[in-house]
């Protein structure tokens, strides 16, 4: 089995967002970057799994700076075999899709994992880019992952329920909540990270497609209205005739 | 200008379905349908009232295929010459929009909640809820995936004509082994009303006090994500920035601090209201209505106030 697992950085889930530049940037000051959680706790340890049962190769992909490595670096240490990076910056889905695709298609894999959305831009688009650049099968926002042989079974939840799907590989596979626990990385694990290939690949010529022009935040909320813990009468009244909501 | 909005729809008509072809004739243009799921042709027809000039349907497609739809759409697309194609960002969206970006080289909002401004940018909800950016596209034709419940369906027109559609799409490549529908139980996306509870709750037999509010007023039920984690709830139910995020008209939410990650998934409510025995719980920032009180006599209180709203003409 070969395995690629797409991450990307985010803010940490705590990071206060502020923007710069008259709201056109995202303001860095104080961030702490993580990898992204959906990559890392599901689409990373779902495919650290079965390596470990299948056998073969998990290798991890991000398209970004020489910044980016420290969580290329972390997703080593949970155990990937090995990195790559693209080293550009990743400009819009389409942009980092093809980036990766254009990899992929080179090398050969089986399986190829990320997470369902990011937590910055929360697009859920680069895994579905990424299948049709290969002309692959795509399954969105899989909560589990079974592989016997060439078949990979796959549960979804759809409105209301769930949904088992089987389909064969090549096969992309964008991953949510459910798939697996997440993995800290022991100290045996953050030594070898240090040693593990990490391969730097020139980005080829890609034009984005869409741009964000401008950012801002959510008007502040009015102020909170209290209500006796007694009067819930006040509370369905208020819900009803002020609210509009019951 | 051209529209085509994509509908999938199995045995009814969603909401969000409504919504995408409404938010298309609030934009303005020849709206064409392109429709996959079971729903007859008559119901179909209805999406005239919404906006819609025609609908082409295609039912050999499969949902679960995204390489079909995508082939079903682009030749739809290419038919009707279509500038822009609108979906519902759901769970289809998520998985063929993108491959249709790359496909026809078009540029993909995803998550928008508001129709294109005066120079074509689109309003999307960023960093899990925390701020919003705008976003242009740079390509010819432009998608956009609408997050549902952003944009409230008007009915206007009269019933359109349906037409059967070829949408090409061969064999599918992904079978279907097993669909588990749970009989009556409110989705979550798709709940107007939603009653949550978190930690303070205390235990899994605490729940039916929950669930007692949420039937009385027709809700459903949500729970934070270490309820989910130890077991107390199912998964289905975390919402949050790591599990689903929703966007009802009423969010409650009792013994849940407001954790910046729960926070995350559920600031898009219209109305949230708060019930946590800590007045400085971080919850209480976020909230319209709050309730310095212990969900165990809270909640039962509020169920029987509501119960006897109901029961009141109004
Ligand atoms: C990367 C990351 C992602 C995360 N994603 C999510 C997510 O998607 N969703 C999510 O929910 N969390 C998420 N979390 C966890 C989040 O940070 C909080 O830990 C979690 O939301 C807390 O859940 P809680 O409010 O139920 O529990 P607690 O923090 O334990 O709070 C319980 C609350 O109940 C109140 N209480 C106690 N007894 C009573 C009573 N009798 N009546 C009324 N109130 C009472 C307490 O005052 C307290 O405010 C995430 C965390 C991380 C690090």
New binding site residues.
């Given amino acids: 089995m070969k395995i690629l697992v797409c991450i990307s950085k985010s803010p940490?889930?705590?990071s206060k967002i502020a923007f710069t530049d008259g709201n056109k940037q995202f303001d860095e000051n104080g961030v702490q970057y993580?990898v992204n959680?959906y990559d890392e706790w599901y689409a990373l340890v779902r495919g650290l799994e079965l390596k470990e049962t299948l056998g073969g190769n998990l290798t991890i992909i991000t398209v970004g700076n020489v910044a980016d490595e420290a969580i290329i670096r972390k997703a080593l240490a949970i155990g990937a075999d090995d990195a790559v990076r693209i080293d550009a910056d990743p400009k819009d889905a389409y942009y980092t899709a093809t980036q990766i695709a254009e990899y992929a298609k080179s090398n050969g894999f089986d399986l190829i994992l990320t997470g369902k959305e990011t937590?910055n831009y929360n697009g859920s688009q680069v895994a579905g880019m990424i299948a049709e650049a290969l002309d692959l099968p795509f399954v969105s926002l899989a909560t589990k992952l079974e592989i016997n042989g060439t078949t990979a079974r796959m549960e979804q939840e759809i409105v209301g329920g769930i949904q088992v799907v089987e389909a064969n590989l090549p096969l992309v596979v964008s991953c949510a909540k459910g798939m697996a626990e997440q993995r800290i990385p022991n100290m045996r694990g953050i030594m070898a990270a240090r040693t593990k290939p990490l391969t730097v690949v020139a980005p080829a010529a890609v034009e984005e497609l869409t741009a964000y022009v401008e950012y801002g935040l959510p008007a502040a909320k009015s102020a909170v209205k209290m209500i006796d813990p007694n009067n819930m009468d006040e509370l369905v009244a208020l819900l009803h005739n002020e609210a509009k909501v019951i | 200008m051209n529209i085509l909005v994509y509908i999938n729809s199995s045995n009814h008509l969603a909401k969000s379905a409504l919504e995408a072809v409404a938010y298309a004739k609030k934009i303005g243009g020849t709206i064409t349908v392109v429709a996959t799921g079971s729903v007859d042709d008559a119901t179909l027809g209805t999406l005239g009232e919404y906006g819609a000039q025609k609908v082409l349907v295609d039912r050999s497609v499969s949902t679960e295929d995204s390489q079909q739809v995508t082939r079903l759409i682009a030749k739809a697309a290419e038919s009707t010459g279509a500038e822009l194609i609108v979906f519902s960002h759901d769970l289809v969206a998520k998985a063929v929009a993108p491959r249709l970006s790359v496909r026809l080289k078009a540029g993909l909002i995803s998550g928008a909640v508001d129709v294109p401004n005066a120079n074509g940018q689109v309003k999307v909800n960023v960093f899990s809820g925390k701020a919003f950016g705008f976003v242009s596209v740079k390509s010819a034709t432009k998608i956009i995936s609408l997050l549902p419940n952003s944009f409230q369906p008007e009915k206007s027109g009269s019933a359109c004509a349906v037409e059967a559609f070829d949408g090409g799409a061969g064999a599918s490549v992904i079978k279907v082994v097993e669909t588990k529908i749970p009989e009556g139980e409110i989705p979550l996306p798709e709940a107007e009303l939603v009653v949550s509870?978190?930690?303070?709750?205390?235990g899994p037999e605490n729940w039916g006090m929950v669930e007692d509010l949420a039937k009385v007023l027709g809700a459903a039920t949500a729970?934070?994500?270490?309820?989910a984690d130890i077991g107390w709830r199912p998964h289905h139910e975390?919402?949050?920035?790591?599990?689903v995020a929703i966007r009802p008209n009423l969010y409650i939410a009792?013994?849940?601090?407001?954790?910046?990650?729960?926070l995350?998934?559920v600031n898009g409510s219209k109305v949230i209201v708060v019930?946590?025995?800590?007045p400085e719980?971080?919850?209480f920032k976020a909230a319209d209505y709050g309730v310095v009180?212990?969900?165990?006599e809270?909640l039962p209180k509020l169920t029987e106030a509501v119960k006897k709203f109901r029961s009141t003409p109004h």
């Fill in positions: 940490d889930t705590t993580i959680p937590i | 509870a978190g930690r303070g709750l205390k729970c934070s994500r270490p309820v975390h919402v949050g920035q790591t599990g009792a013994g849940i601090s407001g954790a910046i990650q729960h995350a998934g019930i946590n025995t800590d719980a971080p919850f009180g212990d969900a165990f809270v």
